[in-house]
């Protein structure tokens, strides 16, 4: 049972390249989510999921795609990314379809955008 | 819209004495809020949660106190130890169902030896 997993762990990329990062949760949970974390900003929804083939925006969706066409996997996509996207991105997976219980965190994604 | 502010943003105590961080919240109908720690380089994770029908919280040396009317919740931590060296964010859920939670701002906790 390895939890969330998240594809890669560190990135660089140039202005303008596209790229999928990866999640992929063991647990069967249904809902699922991706946030970024910035310094002095704590962590923020991008786009979440509440069962397979369902997607919805979050916090700070702009610049960002996202689809879970299977139940395990979540793929986040930034189509022509931007300096303002370096980040951590964190995946992270929940069991019930409520806001009350535990998020489980895949171990972050360091992207930088030169 | 839905905010949740965290303060302070760092914190430093000597071993063994208590910290505390507080959080308030935005949206009223806001009914779960835990409590996440992230020590250097790591994933978040869960160290203490309450619900809105609960005022105070108790988990070993952290607890947390909840004041539903002035829409702020607090987490202490008694007998600090080193390890206890982290980040720790709050966050509360939003309305709506959706399975969201709102993080705040976090706070940078050091414990010096």
């Known amino acids: 049972n390895a939890g969330v997993t998240q594809t890669p762990k560190f990135r660089v990329l140039k202005t303008g390249q596209s790229m999928t990062l990866l999640c992929a949760q063991d647990m069967n949970h249904e809902y699922m989510y991706w946030y970024r974390q910035d310094p002095g900003m704590g962590l923020r929804l991008i786009h979440y999921?509440?069962?397979?083939?369902?997607?919805a925006k979050g916090e700070v969706p702009d610049g960002y795609n996202v689809s879970r066409l299977k139940k395990q996997n979540f793929l986040l996509g930034l189509e022509s990314a931007a300096p303002s996207q370096t980040s951590v991105y964190f995946c992270a997976s929940s069991p019930v379809d409520r806001a009350d219980e535990k998020l489980f965190f895949g171990s972050g994604t360091q992207l930088s955008v030169l | 819209g839905e905010n949740v502010e965290q303060h302070p943003s760092t914190l430093s105590v000597q071993e063994g004495d208590s910290a505390v961080i507080k959080c308030t919240y935005s949206?009223?109908?806001?009914?779960?809020f835990p409590w996440y720690k992230q020590e250097l380089g790591k994933r978040p994770q869960l160290i203490i949660d309450?619900?809105?029908?609960?005022g105070e919280k108790k988990d070993q040396r952290i607890a947390v106190t909840l004041n539903k009317t002035a829409k702020h919740f607090s987490l202490h931590i008694t007998e600090t130890q080193p390890e206890d060296s982290a980040v720790y964010f709050c966050?509360?859920?939003?309305?709506?169902?959706?399975?969201?939670?709102?993080f705040g701002q976090g706070t940078t906790l050091q414990v010096k030896p």
């Open positions: 966050a509360a859920s939003s309305s709506g169902n959706t399975g969201k939670l709102i």
């Open positions: 949206d009223s109908a806001s009914n779960y």
């Open positions: 309450i619900r809105s029908n609960v």
């Open positions: 999921s509440v069962g397979e083939g369902t997607t």
